[in-house]
C-alpha cells in the first residue's frame, strides 16, 4: 500500500504545530471541570419534551434556517425585530464562521486569559491573534494597553467574553465601550454566562454598528445540544450565513432547544442555586489557609493556590474522585490557579471536603 509522508507540504505548519483540545475522561468522577449545569429536568418536563420528540422527522433534513427555534430565542431574549439571530454548532462554531470570513491577513485581539478556542481557530486559520494580558490585580481589561495594540494592528475582530473566562469577572462597561469605540473592525461580546451575571451588551446594539452579542444555551443546562447564537447587524450577519454549513442545527436540537425554551422558568430556578451555591463554596474556599478565590459573575470559581502546589492539590482531588480543571499549567496570570464548577450541594460538599483534604496532605 502506498504510504504518504506527512510533512509541511501536506498540511500547513500552523496545523502541525497546533494541539488538540483535550477533554478529560470524568468516568466515575464529581464532574466540576467543564463549566456544566448539574441539574437534570423533572420527570414531567421530560415527560413533556420525549412526547414532542416521537413527531421529529429525522428521516428528513433540518429547517436549513431553524426558523422555529429562531422565534423562540428572539421571543425569550427579547432579541429587536432590527438585528438578526445567526445558529451555530456551539458557540466555536460561531467564531470559526467569523474568523473563516476574515482576509488571510488579518489580525484578531482578545484579553489574556481567555477563552481558548478564540486562539485555536486563530491559529488553524494562520490569522494574526493578538493577546492582550489582563492587569493582575483584579483580571481588568488593560485599556491602554489594548488601545494601543487596535491603533497598531486594526483587527478586524476583538473577541471581549462578559464575564471572561477562565477568570469570572465582568469587565469595566465603560472600558468595553472604549474599545468598540475604537475598535477598526467587529467587537463580538461573549456572553456565554450571561444567565448568572445580570449584564449584557445586548442592549447597545442599536447604538454600536460594530457590535455583536454571541450567546450560548450551553450554561443554562443544553451542554449536550451545542447550540449558540450571534445577535447583530443583518449586513454582517448576511455575509457570515454565506458560510455556515447547510443544516448546521439539527432536528432533534431546534425542537428541544425551542422546547426548553419555552419551559425557561425552570432554568432560571436552576440558575438561581447555582448562583446561590457559588456563594456558599466561594466562601468555603476563602476560609481554607493559602486559598483565594476571586469574584465570580459565572457558574464557576477560579481559585489560586500557595506557590507551586497547584498541581499536587489537582491531582489530590482527582485520587478523591473529584475532577476540577488545574489552570496553572498555562502560566501567567493563571499560574498556581484552579477552576472548579459550581455544582449541586452535594457535589459542592464532596470537592470542599476533598478540598480541606488536600490541603492536610
Known amino acids: 500500500m502506498k504510504s504518504v509522508v506527512l510533512s509541511s507540504s501536506l498540511f500547513r505548519p500552523e ?14 468522577m464529581v464532574k466540576l471541570d467543564a463549566m456544566e449545569n448539574p441539574y437534570h429536568w423533572p420527570e414531567d418536563i421530560k415527560a413533556a419534551w420525549l412526547a414532542e420528540l416521537q413527531d421529529c422527522p429525522i428521516n428528513r433534513y433540518p429547517d436549513p434556517e431553524a426558523r422555529q427555534l429562531a422565534a423562540t430565542l428572539r421571543e425569550v431574549e427579547q432579541i429587536p425585530a432590527d438585528f438578526d439571530i445567526l445558529l451555530g454548532n456551539g458557540s466555536d462554531e460561531i467564531i470559526q464562521m467569523l474568523l473563516m470570513a476574515l482576509p488571510p491577513t488579518a489580525s484578531v485581539l482578545a484579553p ?7 486562539k485555536q481557530l486563530s491559529d488553524s486559520l494562520s490569522l494574526r491573534y493578538h493577546a492582550v494580558p489582563l492587569v493582575a490585580d483584579g483580571f481588568g481589561l488593560d485599556l491602554p494597553a489594548l488601545l494601543a495594540t487596535i491603533a497598531a494592528h486594526q483587527p478586524s475582530v ?3 467574553a462578559y464575564p471572561n473566562n477562565p477568570t469570572a469577572n465582568l469587565f469595566d462597561p465603560a472600558a468595553m465601550i472604549a474599545i468598540i469605540e475604537a475598535a477598526h ?22 447604538a454600536y454598528d460594530n457590535l455583536l452579542v ?53 432554568f432560571d430556578g436552576q ?21 483565594l478565590a476571586y469574584p465570580s459573575a459565572a457558574n464557576f470559581i477560579l481559585f489560586k493556590t500557595p506557590s507551586g502546589q497547584a498541581d499536587a492539590i489537582f491531582a489530590a482531588l482527582k485520587a478523591q474522585g ?6 496553572s499549567p498555562q502560566g501567567g ?23 480541606g483534604q488536600s490541603l492536610k496532605d
Not at 185 to 206: N, R, S
Not at 228 to 235: C, R, S, T
Not at 284 to 289: F, K
Open 185 to 206: 473592525g467587529l467587537v463580538v461580546i461573549d456572553e456565554a454566562y450571561a444567565p448568572f451575571a445580570h449584564a449584557t451588551f445586548m442592549d447597545k446594539l442599536a
Open 112 to 118: 489574556a486569559p481567555g477563552f481558548v478556542m478564540y
Open 158 to 160: 476583538i473577541f471581549l
Open 214 to 266: 454571541m450567546r450560548t444555551v450551553s450554561k443554562l443546562g443544553l451542554a449536550g445540544l451545542r447550540l449558540g447564537y450571534l445577535v447583530g447587524q443583518p449586513k454582517w450577519l448576511g455575509e457570515l450565513n454565506k458560510i455556515r454549513l447547510p443544516y448546521n442545527i439539527n432536528s432533534l436540537t431546534q425542537i428541544t432547544a425551542d422546547f426548553a425554551l419555552r419551559h425557561k422558568p425552570l
Open 271 to 291: 440558575t438561581q442555586r447555582i448562583c446561590e451555591q457559588r456563594a456558599v463554596v466561594m466562601e468555603h474556599i476563602n476560609a481554607l489557609p493559602g486559598l
Open 333 to 355: 496570570l493563571l499560574a498556581d490557579c484552579l477552576r472548579v464548577t459550581v455544582g449541586t450541594p452535594e457535589e459542592n460538599a464532596a470537592f470542599l471536603q476533598a478540598l
Open 15 to 28: 496545523i502541525l504545530a497546533l494541539s488538540a483540545y483535550k477533554v478529560a475522561d470524568a468516568s466515575g
Open 322 to 327: 473529584v475532577l476540577i480543571k488545574n489552570l
